[in-house]
């Protein structure tokens, strides 16, 4: 019976592995369950004693396998435990719960076991008490799956169970691994949502979700795309919700393995990718090494070989110092394919002999990998005859294994094409049609499909040929139009992850302020206990000494009023000096104007003086009857007038241009050209300046990016601060060219824009005399100047710093001491 990839991959994931044990071993663990039993009923008294010894005793019935006699042993156990407030009998109940997933690698069973060390140092002495537990053979395809789904049927429903919600949950999860393996995805559905609603009850969050990745898995492999969605939707809002650390990684993980089994493969890497970032190095090792693992097999998959063998390097290596037989032996087989990809035949032969040691699967296994992988290097060499018997080999070594149609598959492609490009065409044409027929790998068969056609095509069969080629046009127009709605899916999912961490970081953002607002409200509590405790003490000594407290509260009086009357003149101060350096702005701002202006109202003026002129000739001209000559002088008058009407729409083209950003309150934002308001007040700021001093000179530059759009902004307050920095840079230019005995140096103030992301960005650049580090910090604070007594105030960087910081934005600082500076504003989009 064919089983499908997807639905196979699903039963891996619920972990329904047997054991490999012959009768012996079986013999043996019931030999020591008996014993065990005999010591419970030896002993009395000692009833942490009694815990651990109906907790090996559960394991021992879970290896044979005698399900119901474990679970019941278990939660005896368990209740023991609990009535004791014993904290190392809960971590052996977690171990053993660990132990019903034969599959050490399941999820679930790592999870358990991750919890029962992070309660006790049990966990360490079990591993050495046990240690013949790794070692056993976990997948056995022989399994009787209806007599274990017998068995844990009948564990449920024992009486003894009903409260413990846990065990339950695991039963079911067991079970629908059953009605996997016995393709019964619909069955399996219904008992892994059961599975769901009851770890979710408990509050284990991490086996809800991963048991919510198969599900998602599931209705993907039933064709149910929207229910799966729903779901993956789900999962990703309780996975941006998720504070604990440990839970994060976990989960992380859990989505990435939900998104390898549908093929997913890019969002399967981003996912595996999180969880590396997240584990802990030391406490979560074990969990490192398989998502290692798992992020090389998802590599491998996508098509990035070189990656792939890069990650199974690392794991490798890291199981090696672990002394982890067992999984070493796993990946010395994995790791040789994407080597024989990249060409590291050397290296890949080296890995497929220590393979050959593979206890974890049937000897047949070991061989046929090992064969198929000496084919695939002669393949990949071009030495086609040499390959074939070795791919044969490897076919008759997976036809003893149940279960890997898909390897046969392969195999019988790769017969097809090494005898097709020796030109072998009746043989090639046989095996092509057996891997097409076996049906249970959608790249084998899409490969059989294009090959058949070809080998029709050299047998002259054109008819035949053609329909292949139709067929494998269809498979591959499947392929793209599945993969372009994984494409479309994962875009959403990503965009969606995106919205989720903004919405986390403003939360974040919230939380912080209310923490700042909270510890505000303690200082100032403390601070207001602080001053009615010295006024209760104050009330007392003033009590006590009549007099001195008439003198002391004259005093305090006027020491208040002399006070008060400070704040008020500091408060109209700061309000006169903020007015000031308002009014400095505007006075830059006139200064620009009134030379803008200027311009135009002198061609208006001497044009009209060249008319007055004109018409004089006129009236000459006119007396002496030279008509022709005052024709020509009209025309002239006319031009005149021409330009004077120019120039003055010109200077009313800049006043409206200037009351364009000062026609709104302050308070009101609109949409604004960056780009027109940076070179407006550059030349404003410049004309100014050089109204001052006619003395004064600079090269100005000018970078503006095209692709920087209209922002919502007060233009009135973002021109004071383009304002203020222009001003300031000119005035270091102005300072270094009055100091410096370089005869070359040439001052000059650069303004930019650029796009980036979510932000604009507007740099004023000079080569100046720069800031020193030891006041840098010191810049945006009020009243701090570095310009002589009665040229600044000191509030200019302050006014525009809050003026960024109101519009959202960040206002960044970059100098050098002699050489120059650069100011950033970021503003967002």
């Not at 474990?70 to 809960?90: H, M, P, R, V, W």
Request: charged share 30%; with cysteine; proline share 2%.
């Amino acid at each position: 019976m064919k089983i499908n990839h997807l639905l196979c991959l699903l039963f891996l994931a619920v972990g329904l592995n047997s054991l490999g044990q012959t009768s012996r071993d079986i013999e043996d663990y019931k030999f020591k369950k008996d014993s065990v039993k005999q010591l419970i009923d030896k002993s009395s008294g000692d009833e942490t004693r009694i815990i651990r010894l109906k907790n090996e005793f559960a394991r021992l019935c879970f290896l044979i396998p005698e399900f119901e006699d474990g679970f019941l042993a278990l939660q005896e156990a368990k209740a023991l435990s609990d009535k004791l407030d014993y904290a190392e009998g809960e971590a052996m109940y977690y171990l053993t719960l660990s132990y019903f997933y034969y599959d050490r690698d399941n999820p679930i069973s790592i999870y358990y076991r991750k919890k029962a060390q992070q309660i006790s140092n049990y966990l360490e002495e079990a591993r050495d008490d046990n240690s013949n537990f790794t070692d056993i053979m976990r997948a056995d395809s022989n399994l009787d799956v209806e007599l274990f789904q017998d068995q844990f049927n009948k564990t449920l429903a024992r009486d003894e169970l009903s409260d413990n919600k846990e065990i339950q949950a695991n039963l079911l999860y067991a079970i629908a691994g059953t009605y996997y393996r016995l393709e019964s995805p619909e069955t399996a559905l219904t008992k892994l949502t059961e599975a769901i609603n009851l770890f979710s009850e408990i509050g284990e969050i991490y086996p809800a979700f991963h048991l919510s990745t198969i599900k998602m898995g599931t209705l993907v492999y039933l064709e149910k795309e929207e229910e799966a969605k729903k779901i993956e939707l789900e999962l990703i809002k309780l996975m941006s919700a998720e504070q604990d650390k440990n839970n994060l990684a976990l989960i992380h993980s859990a989505m990435a393995n939900g998104y390898r089994m549908q093929g997913r493969w890019s969002l399967a890497i981003e996912y595996y990718l999180k969880t590396l970032e997240l584990l802990d190095p030391v406490e979560d090792r074990e969990l490192r090494i398989i998502d290692q693992y798992n992020l090389a097999i998802a590599y491998e998959n996508y098509g990035m070989d070189s990656r792939a063998a890069d990650n199974y390097r690392i794991a490798i290596e890291e199981l090696e110092k672990e002394k982890d037989s067992l999984r070493l032996r796993i990946a010395y087989g994995t790791i040789v394919f994407p080597l024989i990809a990249i060409e590291k035949y050397e290296e890949a032969k080296k890995y497929m002999q220590l393979s050959l040691k593979d206890t974890v699967r049937s000897k047949d296994w070991a061989i046929a990998r090992y064969n198929d992988a000496q084919g695939q290097i002669l393949k990949s060499q071009g030495r086609y005859k040499e390959a074939i018997p070795y791919f044969q080999k490897a076919e008759q070594g997976f036809r003893k294994i149940e279960g890997v149609e898909w390897a046969l598959a392969f195999m019988n492609l790769y017969l097809a094409e090494c005898n097709f490009q020796i030109e072998n065409f009746d043989q090639a044409l046989q095996y092509a049609t057996q891997s097409l027929n076996l049906d249970s790998n959608a790249q084998a068969t899409e490969k059989a499909t294009l090959l058949l056609s070809q080998i029709h095509e050299e047998l002259d069969n054109p008819a035949m040929a053609y329909q292949y080629l139709k067929d494998y046009q269809l498979l591959r127009s499947e392929k793209e139009k599945s993969e372009e709605i994984n494409r479309i899916a994962d875009a959403e999912i990503r965009s969606i992850l995106d919205e989720s961490e903004k919405t986390i970081n403003l939360l974040e953002r919230e939380k912080l302020e209310k923490e700042k607002e909270s510890i505000f409200q303690r200082w100032l509590i403390i601070s207001v206990l602080i001053v009615l405790i010295s006024v209760v003490v104050l009330a007392i000594i003033l009590y006590r000494n009549n007099k001195n407290k008439q003198k002391a509260n004259a005093q305090l009086k006027r020491q208040k009023k002399k006070i008060e009357q400070t704040l008020d003149q500091l408060k109209a101060t700061q309000s006169q000096l903020i007015q000031s350096e308002k009014m400095a702005s505007l006075g830059e701002l006139t200064a620009g104007i009134a030379h803008e202006i200027q311009n135009p109202l002198n061609f208006v003026n001497n044009f009209s003086e060249v008319n007055n002129e004109l018409l004089d000739e006129v009236s000459e001209e006119i007396e002496k009857g030279n008509h022709d000559e005052v024709r020509v002088i009209l025309n002239d008058i006319r031009n005149n007038l021409n330009k004077i009407n120019h120039h003055g729409k010109r200077a009313d083209a800049i006043v409206k241009g200037m009351l364009q950003h000062s026609r709104k309150e302050n308070s009101e934002k609109e949409p604004t050209d960056l780009n027109v308001l940076c070179d407006e007040y550059l030349r404003l700021a410049y004309h100014g300046l050089r109204a001052k001093d006619k003395t004064f000179n600079a090269h100005l530059e000018k970078d503006f990016d095209p692709g920087v759009e209209k922002i919502n902004i007060m233009a009135q307050e973002i021109g004071r601060v383009i304002l203020n920095l222009l001003t300031n840079a000119f005035y270091a230019v102005q300072q270094k060219k009055c100091h410096t005995n370089d005869p070359e140096y040439v001052p000059k103030v650069e303004i930019l824009t650029r796009k980036k992301l979510d932000q604009v960005c507007i740099q004023v650049k000079d080569n100046g005399i720069g800031i020193s580090q030891n006041i840098l910090d010191k810049v945006f604070q009020p009243f701090f100047t570095t310009k002589p007594s009665g040229q600044g105030t000191g509030l200019g960087l302050y006014l525009s710093y809050e003026i960024i910081q109101v519009h959202g934005g960040e206002l960044k600082i970059d100098t050098k001491e002699g050489e120059g500076t650069i100011f950033t504003i970021l503003l967002p989009v």
